[in-house]
């Protein structure tokens, strides 16, 4: 069985500030990583996909992959309240149509 | 831009209905996906398909089917509607293609109540 393991929070950090979420994963053979925002209400959307070990950046966020401790995770610098949202995490295997899903952690930026 | 776009945003239906619920995508994407997501249970696969007229299982198929007749269109069908299928309903696609190309592309969401 494959797991995708998540702190369903929720967490809170003030705006302006440096949030850490993050992912781990059983699968040794996962190979793909992603990243979604979904607002209360609404449907998953893709912010970072990542598929090397070390960092990626865009904008504000920063997606860390360490495939030999298998973690995964999402820095979000300058917190803004419009980053108050879950972020589920989704892993998959190489040669799979189907990822895995954490069940998100929950974020909220105060003012 | 990917667009995947859902029949209904909001849907009422009686204990015992037939319900459908369409799904259309306008990237050629091989994939398609079925969800349901429920508060503290996460996203949940109800069916998926890899191409026109397969289909495979997911872990929750009791209760539902599912049609793919065009490679755009994917349905759910809730055969007989009960009032533990009131959810919210996430269709997605994919592509096939290799790194972030198969990131999954969901859709708005039906949000489902049967009384």
């Known amino acids: 069985q494959k797991e995708v393991e998540q702190n369903s929070g929720p967490l809170s950090v003030p705006e302006g500030a440096i949030a850490s979420l993050n992912c781990t994963y059983s699968d040794r053979g996962s190979q793909s990583f992603f990243w979604y925002r979904q607002y209360s209400g609404k449907s998953p959307e893709l912010i970072m996909f990542i598929y090397s070990n070390g960092d990626k950046e865009d904008g504000r966020f920063t997606a860390q992959l360490n495939k030999a401790s298998q973690y995964v995770s999402l820095l979000i610098r300058d917190s803004q309240p419009s980053d108050s949202a879950t972020y589920l995490c989704?892993?998959?295997?190489?040669?799979?149509?189907?990822?895995?899903f954490g069940r998100g952690t929950s974020l909220i930026v105060h003012p | 831009d990917v667009k995947v776009t859902q029949s209904s945003r909001y849907l009422v239906k009686r204990t015992g209905e037939k319900v459908f619920l369409e799904c259309v995508q306008d990237?050629?994407?091989?994939?398609m996906f079925w969800y349901r997501q429920d508060p503290g249970l996460g996203l949940r696969l109800i069916y998926f398909s890899y191409d026109v007229k397969m289909k495979e299982k997911g872990d929750i198929p009791e209760g539902y089917s599912v049609s793919r007749e065009k490679k755009e269109r994917f349905s759910l069908i809730l055969e007989s509607a009960s009032t533990n299928q009131t959810s919210m309903y996430l269709c997605?696609?994919?592509?096939?293609?290799?790194?972030?190309?198969?990131?999954?592309?969901f859709g708005p969401g039906t949000r489902l109540l049967v009384l």
């Open positions: 997605a696609s994919s592509s096939n293609a290799g790194g972030a190309r198969e990131t999954q592309y």
């Open positions: 990237m050629d994407h091989e994939n």
């Open positions: 989704a892993v998959k295997s190489g040669g799979s149509y189907i990822p895995t």
